[in-house]
């Protein structure tokens, strides 16, 4: 009687097992090393150096009462602006002092 020295299916059932065992260890890592980027991306302000997305956030947050809320509407429309355009940020087209509160 004469024994098969490799028994391919049981072989490539433990490759199989093994490729997925590494795919979630890696994604384990990769996670857990983006989550702690994220937590630092929350702390550094990002809005400090651009007048236009405080006024966006301070709209987002009024949320029904900024349609009716002029300074909402100029900066929707700055920011329309913006997307569609190619011009840089540094040079608004409506002034700064119209997003006031």
């Known amino acids: 009687m004469r ?3 490799l028994h ?3 072989i490539a059932r433990a490759v199989g097992f093994a490729l997925v065992a590494i795919a979630m260890i890696a994604a384990a890592l990769h996670f ?3 989550s702690s980027r994220i937590g ?3 702390l550094a302000p990002a809005a400090v ?3 236009l997305a405080a006024e966006l956030k301070r709209c987002q947050l009024i949320a029904e009462q900024a349609k009716d809320d ?3 509407e ?3 429309a700055e920011n329309r602006r913006r997307f569609f355009t190619y011009a840089p940020a540094s040079t608004p087209a409506v002034p ?3 997003f006031g509160r």
Do not use: F, I, Y
């Open 3 to 5: 024994v098969r020295l």
């Open 49 to 51: 150096s651009d007048p």
């Open 32 to 34: 857990r090393a983006a």
């Open 40 to 42: 630092a991306q929350l």
């Open 74 to 76: 100029a900066a929707w």
């Open 70 to 72: 002029p300074g909402c």
């Open 8 to 10: 391919l299916p049981a």
């Open 96 to 98: 700064a002092k119209t």
